[in-house]
């Protein structure tokens, strides 16, 4: 409909115009950014070299010596602002308070309210702790509209019931968390966004005319997808940047398109049965992913094997150790061996590039969705709580190792360098 084009035009253009390059770096020029980088050396054999206006590396001197530095350099140093604020305050408020900072210098988008007091006009950072959905009255206004229609939605809202309380039990399998799991039972708001990420139907009123008028559940859902996707970027690159600290900006790049390619986690998705919770269960998209595991399952059977059940030397021994090093004796109990067998950095074993798309992206929309429902009720740290055992095994496998094991397997081993500390 046009209210979902809306939607995602909106979403858009808020990433596209307000955090493009040209707008960073403008933002940095005017509050003074660039005069606080320096050039200096980074390793004894090497010189940082700045493209836009900067002082050196030492006590300011009447005749200063200047290098220029690319706009695309100073924006990234924004963006690196904005990381080392957050590692610094997990809680988002520091990172808020410099986009508070820029945000005059931001252009305004189109359909977004402005704030009289602030740029950053929500109620919470959904970082820490679920969204206050009931502090924002225009998300009451949408809850209300959508739960005034599922009134007469008997049947829909029967299924969504039962397909909630079975994801909630793999959820509560995955990690001991059946206490968090009781609040959609007890939370309406929540229970109505869980309920709306399991809600896949394409709302073609031909295959299924109880599913008219439902065009409110499906713009939230659409809306889940965009908290969801940014949420579980948010948690990989930091579990990434945790394991590994030492990881060039190519190397956790490289593990995080491994982790998050809409192939990886289509797969995780069905291999742990979460495609069973949906809506729909007779997709399409199910049909053909299951299909596309057990070929590529077979096939990275056959070179696990040749490493005692995984896929570098030292196998499940190795995997073990790793396991118990990098997460504690309490994960080992839990992940007793990996899984994941069909999956080849990023790809399946047997495809050297992206499946089709219509086997992955349904999927991967709906895992996205799924995220954002936790993210909205939970905060971005529990909701990663629950799902990192879903990645874990992921994890495992440093850059280098998956560009050596997966060479010629998977192309993003190949498009992915690993550049610069």
């Known amino acids: 409909s046009s209210d979902t084009e809306h939607v995602f035009d909106l ?20 509050v003074g950014l660039h005069r606080s980088v320096r050039v200096g050396n980074v390793s004894s054999t090497k010189l940082w070299r700045c493209m836009y206006k900067t002082t050196a590396n030492e006590p300011l001197a009447a005749h200063t010596q200047t290098m220029e530095l690319a706009k695309k350099q100073l924006s990234d140093i924004v963006e690196s602002f ?29 359909g977004v309210a402005d704030s009289t007091t602030s740029w950053f006009a929500g109620k ?30 008997h049947g829909i809202v029967s299924t969504l019931q039962t397909k909630a309380a079975a994801i909630c039990c793999l959820l509560s399998k995955q990690k001991n968390c059946q206490d968090r799991m009781e609040i959609f039972q007890l939370n309406s708001t929540a229970s109505l966004l869980l309920h709306c990420a399991l809600f896949d139907d394409s709302l073609d009123e031909e295959s299924n005319p ?24 948010l948690s990989i690159i930091s579990e990434i940047y945790n394991l590994y600290p030492t990881n060039t900006s190519g190397d956790i790049h490289l593990m995080k398109v491994v982790l998050m390619s809409d192939d990886s986690l289509a797969y995780i998705f069905v291999k742990n049965g979460l495609h069973e919770c949906l809506f729909d269960t007779n997709a399409d998209a199910h049909i053909l992913m299951q299909s596309y595991m057990e070929e590529s399952d077979l096939l990275g059977a056959k070179e696990w094997a040749k ?9 499940l021994n190795e995997f073990h150790r790793r396991i118990q090093q990098y997460y504690g004796d309490d994960m080992c109990t839990k992940v007793t061996c990996p899984q994941y067998i069909g999956l080849a950095a990023g790809r399946l074993w047997g495809h050297n590039q992206k499946l089709e798309g219509k086997a ?29 055992p879903l990645f874990l095994e992921l994890t495992l496998m440093s850059p280098e190792e998956l560009r050596t094991s997966y060479k010629g397997v998977s192309d993003l081993t190949v498009n992915y360098k690993k550049g610069k500390k």
């Not at 080392?84 to 931001?106: H, K, Q, R, T």
Request: hydrophobic share 45%.
């Open 210 to 233: 109880e599913t008219r008028c439902l065009e409110s559940f499906a713009n939230l859902r659409d809306k889940m997808f965009h908290v969801g996707n940014a949420a579980l970027q």
């Open 360 to 388: 992955s992206e349904d999927l991967q929309f709906s895992m996205k969705c799924i995220v954002g429902a936790l993210t909205l009720t939970f905060g971005v740290r529990d909701a990663w709580d629950m799902l990192r």
């Open 82 to 110: 904005l990381g080392a604020a957050y590692v610094a305050d997990p809680s988002g408020y520091m990172a808020v308070g410099f986009l508070n900072e820029i945000g005059s210098c931001l252009p305004n988008v189109e």
């Open 307 to 315: 490493n005692d059940g995984w896929m570098i030397p030292g196998g």
């Open 11 to 30: 979403f858009e253009q808020v990433i596209a115009l307000q955090g493009s390059n040209k707008t960073l770096f403008k933002a940095a020029m005017r």
């Open 124 to 153: 919470g950072t959904c970082l820490t702790e679920g969204y206050p959905l009931n502090a924002d009255s225009g998300w009451v206004a949408e809850l209300t509209k959508i739960e005034d229609i599922l009134q007469h939605k």
